[in-house]
């Protein structure tokens, strides 16, 4: 990683979070990893204070890329923002999501270091209406058919999402990232369980 120092595109769907927006993107700005883009999808909302909040985006962070379109469901954001991404690793990111500084670093040193990982998820430190801390689980393929135990914020080469067509926009009411997970697994890919490295919802 000191000769070359990938891109990795954070991608931010919002729908009417615009109360928690600015401290993820602040959160995603303040990480330790020196080449990031930010990318902020709204998906067509229509709370006053979140249209507010996405009128002064490109004064308050200009570096920002803001994408506007119809609501179509965080799948269908999520895929929006990252299709327009230039990154060679993938951080999707929801509106109301806080990562710690040195997360992308760990993760971005793990897939450089080792071509057969697929992607990296991490442990997860709840607050707000939860607390505590969700100790994610060891990769296993067949417990992730029984339940889902990875983060949607894990970090994942763009390649991966090109070789699945993205996320099933046709799961607006949920479990998109489970099912993205799952079709990883069915394409063979190796994953790791970032285990040490803390993310906070």
Partial sequence: MTEHIPLVSVIIPCYNYGRFLIDTIESAKNSHYPAIE??????GSDDPFTLRVMDKLSVDFPQITLIKQANQGLPAARNAGIRVSRGKYILP???????DPYYITKSVWHLENDEKLAFI???VKLF???SGVWVTEAFDADLLLHHN????SAVYRKR??????????????GYEDWEFWIRAVENGQKRLSARGTTFLL
């Fill in 93 to 99: 990111l929801d509106s109301d999501d806080l990562i």
């Fill in 149 to 152: 135990y990875i983060p949607a």
């Fill in 160 to 173: 991966l999402w090109e070789s699945l067509g993205g996320y099933e926009e046709s799961m607006r009411s």
């Fill in 38 to 43: 930010i990318i902020v999808v709204d998906d």
């Fill in 128 to 130: 707000g209406y939860e």
């Fill in 121 to 123: 998820y991490p442990l």
